[in-house]
Structures are given as C-alpha cells and as structure tokens.
C-alpha cells in the first residue's frame, strides 16, 4: 500500500517543507530588497535555498527548502522509474528513466551555488523526459492527459523563454509555479489514470 502512494506522500511531504519554508523567509524580492517575508507573487523558489535572504539578512528558510527539495527530485525521480515500465518501448522506456533521474539529480543540485549551470543542465534533462512521455500519451486514448502534457511543455517552454531572455521576468515567478503545480497535476494523472495497457497501440518499435 505505501509503495502504490510512494509518490504521492514524497510530494505531499516536499509541499509541505516547502511551504514551511517560506514561513522562515525574511524578506526581499525582485521587486523590493525591503519587503517582509515571502511574496508568492515575487519571490523565487530559489530564494529559499540561498544563504541570505534577497534583504542581505540570514536566510532560516534554507534548510527546509533544501529538505523539500531532496523530497521532491526523489518523488520525481521514483515517478520516473515506475512509470517507465507502463512503456513497452524498451528504448523510450530507458530515455525516460534515465533523462528523468538524471534531470532529478541535478534540480536537487539548483540548491548549490551552482544554480545557474545546475537549471541549464537538469531542464534540458527534464524536457527531454517529459516530451518522450508526452509522444506516447499523445498515441493513447487518455484525452485529457494529452491536454495536460501540451499545458505542461508550453509553460515549461514559456518559463525557460523568460529565464534565458530576460523578458518577462515580472511574471517568471508566478509562471514558475503554474508550470510546479501543472507538472504535478500532470504526474499525478500519469501515476493513477494509466495502465501500461493504454500505450501497447502507440508502440511501434
């Protein structure tokens, strides 16, 4: 029974630190270096993780963001593993697995000091993952999984635009947590609404 809800009782877990997290926020955003706490709207997830807070003060948050994100890549990661034997394609079954833990391994790593490569490094993993998944679910009959898998990479995309651009960085932090909260939908659907059956018709290797 706990191996069947794995995933879900590691996100729910991960959620949960995180938003403890933000409780320990001292303050500072993109917007204003003086606010107070943490703002949704303004703050980044990676805020959490520095040492100092965005205001120059001593971040308390850091060890329950990091913590909440070790839970959360691990989550990930056994999501990756487990839906890989619903593909019967050995082949896509093995770039799912493996592009997913990897890009796993290196989300936990955004929490270094090494953000900026470490989000470079497990994004191009992540897409990769979740656009093998997608090609399958798109070959399925799970109609509205499709419309997930389609919300998910245009807001991955629209995310990646902004960080890379620079355009738009008002937003980012608001878009960074649709695309969070759409690719956990997304994985949940994945994870209870799908049997290995519904992607034998779309193997064709």
């Given at each position: 029974?706990l191996?069947?809800?794995?995933?879900?009782?590691?996100?729910?877990?991960?959620l949960?630190?995180?938003?403890?997290?933000?409780?320990?926020?001292?303050?500072?955003?993109q917007?204003?270096?003086?606010t107070i706490?943490?703002?949704?709207?303004?703050?980044?997830?990676?805020n959490l993780?520095?040492?100092?807070?965005?205001?120059?003060?001593?971040?308390?948050?850091?060890?329950w963001?990091?913590?909440?994100?070790?839970?959360?890549?691990?989550?990930?990661?056994?999501?990756?593993?487990?839906?890989?034997?619903k593909i019967?394609?050995?082949?896509?079954?093995?770039?799912?697995?493996?592009?997913g833990?990897?890009?796993?391994?290196f989300?936990?790593?955004?929490?270094?000091?090494y953000?900026?490569?470490?989000t470079?490094?497990?994004?191009i993993?992540?897409?990769?993952?979740?656009?093998?998944?997608?090609?399958h679910?798109?070959?399925?009959?799970?109609?509205?999984?499709?419309?997930?898998?389609?919300?998910?990479?245009?807001?991955?995309?629209?995310?990646?635009?902004i960080?890379?651009s620079?355009?738009g960085?008002?937003?980012?932090?608001?878009?960074?947590k649709i695309?969070?909260?759409?690719?956990l939908?997304?994985?949940?659907?994945l994870e209870?609404?799908?049997?290995?059956?519904?992607?034998v018709?779309?193997?064709?290797?």
């Open positions: 029974m191996k069947k809800h794995l995933t879900l009782i590691g996100i729910s877990t991960s949960l630190l995180l938003f403890i997290s933000t409780s320990y926020y001292p303050g500072g955003s917007q204003d270096k003086n706490g943490y703002d949704m709207k303004n703050n980044y997830l990676c993780f520095n040492e100092k807070a965005v205001n120059g003060m001593a971040n308390p948050s850091r060890p963001a990091v913590l909440g994100m070790l839970v959360l890549c691990v989550s990930f990661a056994a999501f990756f593993i487990r839906f890989s034997k019967p394609s050995r082949s896509s079954a093995n770039i799912i697995k493996y592009t833990i990897s890009a796993m391994f989300a936990f790593l955004v929490t270094t000091a953000h900026d490569i470490m470079t490094i497990a994004s993993f992540y897409l990769l993952a979740i656009f093998y998944i997608s090609v679910v798109f070959m399925s009959k799970l109609f509205w999984l499709k419309i997930l898998s389609i919300a998910c990479l245009l807001t991955l995309y629209i995310n990646n635009y960080y890379y620079g355009y960085l008002d937003i980012l932090p608001v878009m960074q695309s969070l909260g759409l690719n939908t997304w994985i949940m659907g209870y609404f799908t049997q290995a059956e519904d992607f018709n779309g193997d064709h290797q």
